[in-house]
């Protein structure tokens, strides 16, 4: 069974700083992926960014990148720029590749953007 | 406009009544799923469905059930067995090829309350 560890509960910075929020995983499995969800205070998840285990190159989408470092089992998201928008739940997520059996997450990490 | 609906919204009920919460997606996607989400804890799979009339089980399926008649929709019962049926109740449904595989795609959530 994969598990999904996000060891920051809560971080807060201020608008247009940098963050990084930290995820790792452990699983037995060699190709699989990882996802970044967001859930505003609305509670719709929302897709920020996805990463394919065989693909060594990190995803960027706009201001999110990610660390992928597959030896690691690490899997961290950063935010440039960061926005008042940006504040939320983010959770890291990981699904097994070759099937669709469902996403194992994390616990966490409420991000506040402060003004 | 694609996407998942859930209803309703918020959902009351007695202890020891069963209650269907709804899910259906416009998005012509093979695979749905059910996660429970309470507070301080990420998702947690419920059920999930990889094709009309299947369904597999998922890290915490007791005290609950679900069926799979049409493609469109996925409904969720949440049985008297159910010990803490309290919480919010997200859907979510995947393709399961092409260049979003995997990737899951959230409904608004219900929140089930019952006392």
């Known amino acids: 069974a994969q598990t999904v560890t996000q060891s920051q509960p809560e971080m807060s910075v201020q608008e247009a700083e940098t963050v990084t929020l930290s995820c790792t995983y452990d699983?037995?499995?060699?190709?699989?992926?990882l996802f970044w969800y967001k859930q505003p205070p609305s509670r719709q998840m929302i897709l920020v960014i996805r990463?394919?285990?065989?693909?060594?190159q990190n995803a960027t989408e706009n201001r999110f990148s990610v660390n992928f470092q597959k030896a690691a089992k690490s899997f961290s998201l950063k935010i440039s720029d960061s926005q008042l928008g940006d504040t939320a739940m983010y959770f890291c997520a990981f699904s097994p590749g070759g099937g669709a059996d469902g996403l194992t997450f994390g616990k966490g990490t409420h991000l506040i953007i402060q003004p | 406009d694609g996407g998942i609906t859930q209803s309703p919204k918020y959902l009351f009920r007695k202890e020891g009544q069963n209650v269907t919460l709804s899910c259906e997606q416009n998005l012509n996607h093979d695979a749905m799923y059910w996660y429970r989400q309470d507070p301080g804890q990420g998702l947690r799979l419920i059920y999930y469905?990889?094709?009309?009339?299947?369904?597999q089980k998922g890290d915490i399926a007791e005290g609950y059930s679900v069926s799979r008649e049409k493609k469109e929709s996925f409904p969720l019962t949440v049985t008297s067995a159910q010990k803490n049926p309290t919480a919010f109740y997200l859907c979510?449904?995947?393709?399961?090829?092409?260049?979003?595989?995997?990737?899951?795609?959230f409904g608004p959530g219900t929140r089930l309350t019952v006392t």
């Open positions: 979510a449904s995947s393709p399961l090829a092409g260049w979003s595989s995997y990737e899951q795609y």
């Open positions: 699983t037995s499995e060699n190709n699989y992926y």
């Open positions: 469905s990889q094709i009309v009339n299947d369904f």
């Open positions: 990463q394919e285990a065989y693909k060594q």
